[in-house]
């Protein structure tokens, strides 16, 4: 019998800051593939609005072409479904400057202990020696952890850019109104310095490298007890 939870326990999709007992979707950063095309990452702004039961995603995300070719990329966003299979169904909008673009590729992959990951790709055009937004728009459950379920939590994952690692500016800002948040219990990573109230948490950096995966989460006990 010991064996056995062992092996079960080894088999969880383990992510950074993610307590094992959570059932949440983990967004992650935009990522962007442009063959003979050097994109700078200037800006990534995030913003998450929350209900009890939902969060509202907001992305900008301003990237520089830095040579003198254009072409298609394609743009790649990730959810992690940890013990959640409803990133699955996630339907993002996306903006690239100012234009709707459309869904073009969905890949979902089964991970160990329930999770998921899935993949939407987008075609987009980028300009020689020009700067382009992109503007992602989505809507997630809010996450539970802890023995009783009692625990709520969300998070974001900021996957290293082994090619650029350093963003100029990142804002993470969590808003949410006072009778959503009873009271936070943690966010992660402890180094950051987070800004917690009473109407939302907020973090933001300049100059930030990520050379390592960094999952930002936010813990807290819900309102209406």
């Known amino acids: 019998m010991i ?3 062992v092996l079960a326990s080894a088999m969880q999709l383990q992510v950074p800051n993610i307590p094992a007992d959570a059932e949440v979707i983990i967004p992650q950063t935009p990522h962007v593939r442009a063959t003979g095309m050097e994109l700078d990452r200037q800006l990534h ?3 998450y609005t929350m209900t009890k039961t939902e969060v509202k995603v907001e992305t900008l995300t301003l990237y520089k072409n830095m040579s003198s070719n254009g072409g298609t990329a394609t743009v790649s966003l990730g ?3 940890f013990r959640h299979y409803g990133a699955e169904s996630v339907k993002p909008t996306v903006k690239w400057s100012d234009k709707a673009v459309a869904e073009s590729t969905r890949v979902s992959t089964k991970m160990p202990g ?4 899935m993949s939407a790709m ?4 980028v300009k020689p020696n020009a ?6 728009t989505f809507t997630i459950p809010v996450g539970k952890a802890g023995i009783d379920r009692e625990e709520r939590i969300v998070a974001y994952d900021v996957s290293p850019n082994k090619k650029d690692p350093n963003l100029k500016d990142f804002h993470f800002a969590i808003k949410y109104k006072p009778e959503v948040v009873f009271s936070p219990i943690g966010t992660k990573p402890d180094n950051w310095g ?3 109230g009473a ?3 907020f973090i933001g950096k300049e100059n930030a490298k990520f050379d390592k995966r960094q999952v930002f989460t936010f813990r807290f006990y819900p309102g209406g007890f």
């Open 3 to 5: 064996s056995t939870i």
């Open 45 to 47: 702004s995030v913003t």
């Open 79 to 81: 959810f992690t479904g």
């Open 114 to 117: 329930n999770s998921v990951m």
């Open 122 to 125: 987008f075609d987009v055009e």
């Open 131 to 136: 700067t382009h937004s992109l503007r992602t």
């Open 194 to 196: 987070w800004q917690v």
């Open 199 to 201: 109407s939302g948490a």
